[in-house]
T-cell receptor, first 118, second 115 residues
Framework: AQKVTQAQTEISVVEKEDVTLDCVYE???????LFWYKQPPSGELVFLIR??????QNEISGRYSWNFQKSTSSFNFTITASQVVDSAVYFC???????????????FGKGTKLSVKP | GAGVSQSPSNKVTEKGKDVELRCDPI?????LYWYRQSLGQGLEFLIY????????KSGLPSDRFSAERTGGSVSTLTIQRTQQEDSAVYLC?????????????FGPGTRLTVL
């Protein structure tokens, strides 16, 4: 069965601290895609990153970095030098390959609410 | 260009009434998804359209829910005889092709409150 687990429900940090949001997934497919979305207080889901299952290279984009490890089925997200504007709910999601019967829909974790205090 | 738009942004209705929620995807996007976000259930997938076809409607929570898409563009999600447990934010997303291969762009959602 497909599942995404974000064990951290809420995290609170002080500005400039580094913070890592954990994501563990389950899938039987060998081809799948992993995503992170940000949902600020305004409510709209904002795409952050997509990785496919064949690309385990870590990625860095400014203060954001992602660590994908197939061996542990994890796709963790780190924010370096956090800022107040990073306060939001962050969702990790999984999408399986279409030819495996998937419709390409996203399977979301429950989300991690990050509060960054000044 | 415009993003995904949804209307209305807020809808308050009485239990037992029917409601229609509208989604305008990004022009040219063939895939369209409906999701529901509620406190208890998180983000749940409801239905997927490729063009005007929905190959699998099993994600819809009950037979009171239906959806259609016309002209490969606008989609409407209809909830008949609304119940209080239908209260949630209904999100629409579109992508150039089926999800996974492409990023899904989300609309701002429709907040439905059933009294």
């Amino acid at each position: 069965a497909q599942k995404v687990t974000q064990a951290q429900t809420e995290i609170s940090v002080v500005e400039k601290e580094d913070v890592t949001l954990d994501c563990v997934y389950e899938t039987r497919d060998t081809t799948y895609y992993l995503f992170w979305y940000k949902q600020p207080p305004s409510g709209e889901l904002v795409f952050l990153i997509r990785r496919n299952s064949f690309d385990e290279q870590n990625e860095i984009s400014g203060r954001y970095s992602w660590n994908f490890q197939k061996s542990t089925s994890s796709f963790n997200f780190t924010i370096t030098a956090s800022q107040v504007v990073d306060s939001a709910v962050y969702f990790c999601a999984l999408s399986e390959a279409y030819y495996g019967g998937s419709q390409g829909n996203l399977i979301f974790g429950k989300g991690t609410k990050l509060s960054v205090k000044p | 260009g415009a993003g995904v738009s949804q209307s209305p942004s807020n809808k308050v209705t009485e239990k037992g009434k029917d409601v229609e929620l509208r989604c305008d995807p990004i022009s040219g996007h063939t895939a369209l998804y409906w999701y529901r976000q509620s406190l208890g259930q998180g983000l749940e997938f409801l239905i997927y359209f490729q063009g005007n076809s929905a190959p699998d409607k099993s994600g819809l929570p009950s037979d009171r829910f239906s959806a259609e898409r016309t002209g490969g563009s606008v989609s409407t999600l209809t909830i008949q005889r609304t119940q209080q447990e239908d209260s949630a934010v209904y999100l629409c997303a579109s992508s150039l092709e089926r999800g996974g291969l492409d990023e899904q762009f989300f609309g701002p959602g429709t907040r439905l409150t059933v009294l």
